[in-house]
């Protein structure tokens, strides 16, 4: 049986995609990387499929889908084509994000409340297909309750602004985005929704995020990409994964095959 108070970690590849796609070819491959991450501790693998496939591309898809040994969750913009795409391969989970062209990344939480019929809809439909539908959004108690309305399975609370304030150095905003991030998580919880978090996270930033009982799962990606530059990608997973298991003080489970997410 998992372990309840396990914390999950998803690893998001996109930005081994990004490299690979700054030259162009086939090197470095996401799915390489999909499988060191998985044997380095990684529970699940993250990947977002964006409309002008800066990173992530359709193929990397479908071979993640085929060969993963662990759930994938697709991370999408809320639009038909992306829909249809997700309804073809058919991911462990969808994360519905936000989505401009002209971000860097994704920048806040979707607009739960703004998406009206249309988002009801497209959860609707990943639902009816058995795909765990996740909303990425700010730490905010009427989004919180927008995304229950809705019908998602889970929110992935955004820790940008968290992660924003503790590089600058104020410990009283951390302290705030902190709580903001906690009264979110409780609310999601006590409302029937999985409680996931990510967004800028990194070894110096996770503990305190993975010490909140409500959430089950980080999803980080970014940092460990770049970490895995100096230290090499399994070496990056399994400290980020023994810093989350030191602030949850508990065991790993002993399999990892138990896990789901």
Not at 11 to 40: M, Q
Not at 178 to 200: F, Q, W, Y
Request: charged content about 25%; hydrophobic content about 45%.
């Amino acid at each position: 049986m998992p372990n309840p108070a396990y914390l999950r970690l998803g690893v998001n590849i996109d930005h081994v995609a990004t490299i690979r796609n700054a030259r162009g070819g086939s090197h470095p491959d996401p799915l390489r990387a999909a499988h060191i991450a998985v044997e380095a501790g990684a529970d699940g693998i993250t990947a977002h499929l964006r409309e002008d496939r800066r990173h992530i591309s359709d193929d990397d898809i479908a071979r993640l889908k085929s060969e993963l040994t662990r759930p994938l969750n697709l991370e999408m913009a809320a639009t038909e084509e992306m829909l249809a795409i997700a309804l073809r391969h058919l991911p462990n989970a969808c994360c519905l994000v936000p989505e401009r062209r002209e971000e860097r990344t994704t920048e806040g939480g979707l607009n739960v409340a703004a998406g009206g019929a249309r988002l009801e809809r497209i959860v609707g439909s990943l639902k009816d297909a058995g795909v765990r539908v996740s909303l990425f959004i700010e730490p905010d108690a009427a989004v919180v309750e927008a995304s229950q309305r809705i019908g998602a399975d889970i929110v992935e609370l955004h820790t940008g602004a968290y992660c924003e304030r503790a590089l600058e150095g104020n410990a009283a905003a951390v302290a705030r985005e902190l709580e903001r991030i906690a009264t979110a998580a409780r609310l999601a919880d006590a409302a029937g929704l999985e409680v996931h978090a990510g967004h800028g996270l990194t070894f110096d930033t996770v503990g305190a995020v993975s010490r909140l009982p409500q959430i089950v799962e980080l999803n980080i990606g970014h940092f460990l990409i770049g970490e895995a530059i100096f230290v090499g990608l399994a070496r990056a997973v399994e400290r980020m994964r023994a810093l989350m298991d030191e602030a949850r003080k508990v065991p790993a489970p002993a399999s990892r095959h138990a896990r789901s997410a």
